[in-house]
Each structure stands twice: as structure tokens, then as C-alpha cells.
């Protein structure tokens, strides 16, 4: 008795594959048949279906291409380090430091006023200046100097 019924048939492919003849036999039976008929009336009401939807055009939402981006972030930060997550969240600032760094040494570099050699640059102390001044003329620097350490031995022994 089952291979009389369409049931098979219709489970086999859809109504719109069937041939003809074979489309005919299937309606020639539902009409005899009430559980071949709701089997054919779904198969048939599936098919509009199927067939209306895929008429439809689908729009994702707006925030469709952000959830799906916040998504891929979210699965790519899962699978990397620490390191290149931190390095990535910190790239800009590590690049605006390295920058004032350069600033700051090139601004130094041009601001700063030339050394004296060691040529240039007087072996005495600040008070050298004040006491050649006061000096006599005819004094040499030599002499100078020795007034001054004879001066600074208080005790007379050269200590």
C-alpha cells in the first residue's frame, strides 16, 4: 500500500523539479488520498514559501559591519599576547616621547653656547681675577701667586 502513496515522491524534490507527468499522477492521487492531500497542500504552501523568500531582498541592520568588526578584534585579541596588545594600545604615545626627546636634544644642541677650550680656560680660581687686578704691574704672575700661598701659611712651617 505505501508505494502507492506520494509521499515519497514529494519528499524526494520539490514540486517545481517534478516532471508533467509525474506532477499529474501526484494531484490525480491527492485528490483520492487525505493523507496524500495534506502531504501535497504542505509540500505545495512550503514551496510558495520558499519561493517568496527568496523574492525578498534582506538589508543587515546599520550596526551589522560594527558588531561583526568588534567581533573579529575581540577574537584576534584572544589569540595574541600581551605584548602586541600593549604595544598596539601604546604606539602613539611611545612615538609623541620619542619625538620631544628629539625636539628637546636638537633645541639643546642649538641653544647651547661654546665651551672654552682647555687652552682658553685660566688654571686659577675665581679670586685670581680680583687679586691680578688689585696687583701691582710689575709683578708677574709667578711672583703673584707665591705672596698668595706664603700668605695662606699661617703657622710659618709651609703646612
Same mark, same amino acid.
Given at each position: 500500500?505505501?508505494? !502507492?502513496?506520494?509521499?515519497?515522491?514529494?519528499?524526494?524534490?520539490?514540486?517545481?523539479? @517534478?516532471? =508533467?507527468?509525474?506532477?499529474?499522477?501526484?494531484?490525480?492521487? %491527492? @485528490?483520492?488520498?487525505? %493523507?496524500?492531500?495534506?502531504?501535497?497542500?504542505? %509540500?505545495?504552501?512550503?514551496?510558495?514559501?520558499?519561493?517568496?523568500?527568496?523574492?525578498?531582498?534582506?538589508?543587515?541592520?546599520?550596526?551589522?559591519?560594527?558588531?561583526?568588526?568588534?567581533? @573579529?578584534?575581540?577574537?584576534?585579541?584572544?589569540?595574541?599576547?600581551?605584548?602586541?596588545?600593549?604595544?598596539?594600545?601604546?604606539?602613539?604615545?611611545?612615538?609623541?616621547?620619542?619625538?620631544?626627546?628629539? @625636539?628637546? =636634544?636638537?633645541? =639643546?644642541?642649538?641653544?647651547?653656547?661654546?665651551?672654552?677650550?682647555?687652552? !682658553? %680656560?685660566?688654571?686659577?680660581?675665581?679670586?685670581?681675577?680680583?687679586?691680578?687686578?688689585?696687583?701691582?704691574?710689575?709683578?708677574?704672575?709667578?711672583?703673584?701667586?707665591?705672596?698668595?700661598?706664603?700668605?695662606?701659611?699661617?703657622?710659618?712651617?709651609?703646612?
Amino acid at each position: 500500500m505505501r508505494d !502507492d502513496h506520494i509521499v515519497d515522491l514529494l519528499d524526494g524534490a520539490p514540486l517545481e523539479r @517534478l516532471g =508533467a507527468d509525474e506532477r499529474e499522477r501526484v494531484e490525480a492521487h %491527492a @485528490l483520492e488520498c487525505a %493523507a496524500c492531500r495534506r502531504a501535497y497542500d504542505a %509540500a505545495r504552501l512550503g514551496s510558495e514559501l520558499v519561493m517568496a523568500r527568496a523574492r525578498e531582498s534582506v538589508e543587515p541592520s546599520p550596526f551589522f559591519q560594527t558588531r561583526v568588526m568588534a567581533a @573579529l578584534r575581540e577574537r584576534r585579541d584572544a589569540e595574541e599576547g600581551g605584548l602586541a596588545r600593549m604595544w598596539r594600545a601604546a604606539w602613539a604615545f611611545v612615538a609623541a616621547m620619542a619625538m620631544s626627546v628629539a @625636539l628637546l =636634544a636638537g633645541s =639643546a644642541y642649538l641653544t647651547a653656547e661654546p665651551q672654552e677650550t682647555v687652552a !682658553d %680656560a685660566t688654571p686659577y680660581s675665581a679670586d685670581w681675577g680680583y687679586v691680578a687686578d688689585s696687583a701691582p704691574s710689575d709683578i708677574s704672575d709667578d711672583q703673584l701667586v707665591a705672596i698668595l700661598y706664603d700668605s695662606e701659611d699661617l703657622d710659618g712651617q709651609g703646612r
